[in-house]
């Protein structure tokens, strides 16, 4: 079985950086896609940013130059990097993926396709006061 497990999360004051971790088990990420998507009361669900399996990236407007994903030097691994937070970053956040033949930059950020990714992790959790 392959699982996914987020870290990374915590409580920050605006303007303050976190990376996010997001770690899959029993695999590499060689084959997969990754999008992390994060939740909140007053947002709703919402796709942020994604990295598919050759390396290229897409991100929601709101998080462009701010939001950055990137691959670890360990194969298992890939990073969210949020740097100047704002309270409206406040969330929980979740990685998910997907087998690359099957994903595509175009919509992996479309939360009506979020059933296309098998696997999920447990979220973490970003809060940020102003």
């Known amino acids: 079985d392959y699982r996914l497990s987020e870290s990374g999360g915590g409580s920050v004051q605006s303007g303050g950086s976190l990376r996010l971790s997001c770690e899959v088990s029993?695999?590499?990420?060689?084959?997969?896609?990754v999008a992390w998507f994060r939740q909140s009361s007053k947002k709703g669900r919402e796709g942020v940013a994604a990295?598919?399996?050759?390396?290229?990236?897409n991100y929601t407007d709101s998080v462009k130059d701010r939001f950055t994903v990137t691959q670890a030097n360990v194969k298992n691994t890939r990073y969210l990097q949020i740097s100047d937070l704002k309270p409206e970053d406040t969330a929980m956040y979740y990685c998910?993926?997907?087998?690359?033949?099957?994903?595509?930059?175009?919509?992996?950020?479309?939360?009506?396709?979020?059933?296309?990714?098998?696997?999920w992790g447990q979220g973490t959790q970003v809060t940020v006061s102003s």
């Open positions: 990295l598919d399996s050759s390396g290229r990236t």
């Open positions: 998910a993926a997907l087998p690359h033949e099957y994903c595509s930059l175009s919509w992996l950020l479309d939360t009506r396709k979020i059933e296309r990714f098998g696997l």
């Open positions: 029993g695999d590499t990420f060689d084959r997969w896609c």
